[in-house]
């Protein structure tokens, strides 16, 4: 590692401020640990979409744009020489009409899901390094054998979210009490204290539960999975997004394979008879594999590609994926 210090700004989408706290979606989570976990030759700036530094952003020797359908790469072309490293957090399944917008007006794209990364034939100047989940604030507070059977889940109710509201939640929040379940299903669709947990509730809410739900159809990073699992969840989820990299049907989650609340309801009685082993094998596997810090280093990862982009190029990259490579070999 040299004596150089390199200059990073790292832009996620928005936040607000709340009585309880700054609240962020899970993209401002993600600067908040590439900024914690950076090594010591960065310096890491973080700000939202709307709070750009236009004026300082020839002084960056690097951006990196972690939303992916942002409007404003045309503009860092002419403010700025430094590379724009965008993060694309999607599946294969939609929203790729913003991949060619992205892919060609950034310098470099990162995916965040190795599906959608493959199903474009690892293209140059692509990598894939999958978000990870900050387990030094995400983990268990209380004992998995001490919380109530409570299955909870966050997200949009928007139809082309495909989060499964329709067909999964509201008729599955009907029929769990019947089964000793309870659920806590939580449609967010604005950014506001009304509905938005600050990071520290956020914390103690999964904490609260024993089951954290996903029946998306579609997903690049299901936040509230690797969220849910680090604060000692059993994840009970449809085979979809990072949950491929990673999740193991029996072993550290419960996979489902019909979207039906009738399926889940099944897969969670699987869970409950065995809470105890997958919350720990689930735990396991995101404080060793997935978390930004030590054990899992994914943020060395991050840090390595962007060293490496400054120092060397773009073109000096070539297509990785994080689970195939060490950050020292990128």
């Not at 689930?282 to 994914?298: C, E, F, H, V």
Request: aromatic content about 12%; proline content about 7%; charged content about 25%.
């Amino acid at each position: 590692m040299s004596d150089r210090k390199y200059k990073l700004l790292v832009i996620y989408d928005v936040h607000v401020d709340s009585p309880g706290g700054r609240l962020y979606w899970a993209y401002g989570r993600r600067a908040l640990a590439l900024q914690k976990y950076s090594p010591p030759d960065f310096d890491v700036d973080i700000c939202c979409t709307n709070e750009i530094p236009w004026g300082t952003i020839a002084n960056y020797d690097c951006v990196f744009q972690i939303e992916y359908a942002a409007p404003q790469y045309r503009r860092f072309k002419k403010l700025s020489r430094a590379p724009m490293v965008v993060s694309y957090n999607s599946d294969a399944r939609r929203r790729q009409e913003y991949w060619p917008r992205a892919y060609h007006e950034s310098d470099f794209l990162l995916c965040n899901n190795a599906e959608v990364f493959e199903d474009h034939n690892r293209q140059p100047h692509t990598c894939c390094i999958s978000n990870g989940v900050d387990t030094d604030i995400f983990k268990p507070n209380t004992p998995i054998a001490e919380r109530e059977h409570l299955c909870v889940f966050a997200g949009s109710t928007g139809p082309t979210k495909m989060k499964g509201w329709k067909e999964v939640f509201w008729p599955l929040e009907k029929i769990l009490p019947e089964h000793g379940f309870t659920s806590d299903f939580r449609p967010i669709d604005d950014i506001n204290p009304d509905v938005v947990m600050p990071t520290e509730s956020t914390i103690y809410w999964y904490n609260s539960a024993s089951y954290v739900l996903i029946a998306s159809l579609s997903e690049g990073t299901p936040n509230a999975a690797s969220e849910g699992v680090a604060c000692g969840n059993v994840l009970v989820t449809l085979p979809v997004g990072n949950v491929l990299e990673w999740g193991r049907d029996r072993e550290n989650c419960v996979l489902v394979q019909d979207r039906t609340p009738e399926a889940f309801l099944e897969a969670l009685k699987y869970a409950r008879e065995h809470r105890e082993r997958l919350s720990a094998a689930g735990l396991k596997t995101m404080q060793d594999g997935w978390s930004y810090g030590a054990p899992g280093n994914r943020a060395d990862y991050f840090f390595a590609l962007f060293r490496r982009i400054i120092n060397d190029g773009v073109r000096s990259v070539k297509p990785f994926r994080y689970d195939e490579i060490k950050p020292e070999e990128i």
